[in-house]
């Protein structure tokens, strides 16, 4: 008995072995990269939306390998909530986490919703990364590396015309393991800070952070007189239960409502926010 059970421990430890160090030699990268927004600043056009109702929402793709419905009810949990945009992190496109199924084309059709993808890596002919899921018209879609080491991290970067107005709307995941990387977190903050300070419009940042909101880094970025923070009110990862997913939007902006979500199948909570704008 004792035996089986020592072999059983080496297979399993073997296998998470193989499965961290396939992970670190195909994905992660150790040579920080650089900021890219351009140092050039920009007057924004006063082209607000009357009302804007936005979701951050982490799907945790990855788990559509074990569950077939995983991602159907995530779609569910959209609808039912039905906002104008939602920020979406980890989605897979093709990987074999997502028994090589395009997360964002599925959302797109069970939505009814306009889509765009911005890929963070590659593996193995699949990609991961970031997506906007709208009810308006996408009319620009960029997507922006962040420095720092380890596992690649983007900013999707989306023009949307939409109620009447046209508004930039950002989509990010930062760099995880918490303290471990509170540098790197740090410096894809200010990075952050440059792009949504070039930006012409109106703008809404959405995005798991990966450290809670009074973190040294997070406290930072919000001393930002051009930002205000939107949510979270409550925690949102299930687990650790910190509140690691956001909504920051430009001071033009009113907060009408914030709530996070105790609703769908991820381990992240969506938090879900109304803004207004000259009421």
Request: proline letters at 6%.
């Amino acid at each position: 008995m004792r035996k089986r059970l020592g072999i059983g421990c080496l297979i399993f430890f073997g296998i998470v072995a193989i499965v961290f160090g396939y992970r670190i030699l195909s994905v992660y990268e150790f040579r920080s990269g650089e900021c890219l927004a351009s140092p050039i600043p920009v007057t924004a056009a006063p082209t607000y939306p009357k009302r804007l109702v936005v979701m951050s929402y982490n799907i945790q793709g990855h788990a559509a390998l074990l569950r077939d419905e995983h991602i159907p009810k995530i779609a569910e949990t959209i609808n039912r909530f039905r906002p104008d945009i939602v920020g979406i992190n980890e989605a897979h496109k093709n990987t074999w986490q997502s028994r090589f199924r395009d997360h964002v084309d599925q959302l797109r059709r069970a939505t009814n919703m306009n889509a765009a993808f911005g890929e963070s890596y590659e593996q193995m002919g699949g990609q991961f990364g970031n997506a906007v899921l709208t009810r308006g018209r996408i009319i620009t879609s960029d997507v922006y590396r962040l420095p720092g080491t380890g596992e690649p991290r983007t900013l999707l970067e989306t023009r949307i015309s939409i109620n009447g107005g046209t508004v930039e709307f950002y989509v990010t995941h930062l760099a995880a393991w918490e303290k471990l990387n509170r540098t790197a977190r740090s410096r894809q903050l200010e990075c952050l800070s440059r792009h949504l300070g070039t930006s012409p419009y109106p703008y809404v940042l959405t995005g798991d952070l990966n450290a809670p909101p009074d973190s040294p880094e997070v406290v930072a970025f919000r001393r930002s007189e051009a930002i205000q923070m939107a949510g979270p009110v409550a925690p949102t990862h299930r687990v650790m239960e910190l509140g690691l997913d956001y909504v920051f939007a430009d001071r033009g902006w009113r907060v009408q409502s914030s709530r996070t979500l105790d609703d769908g199948p991820s381990d992240h909570r969506p938090v879900l926010v109304e803004l207004v704008h000259g009421e």
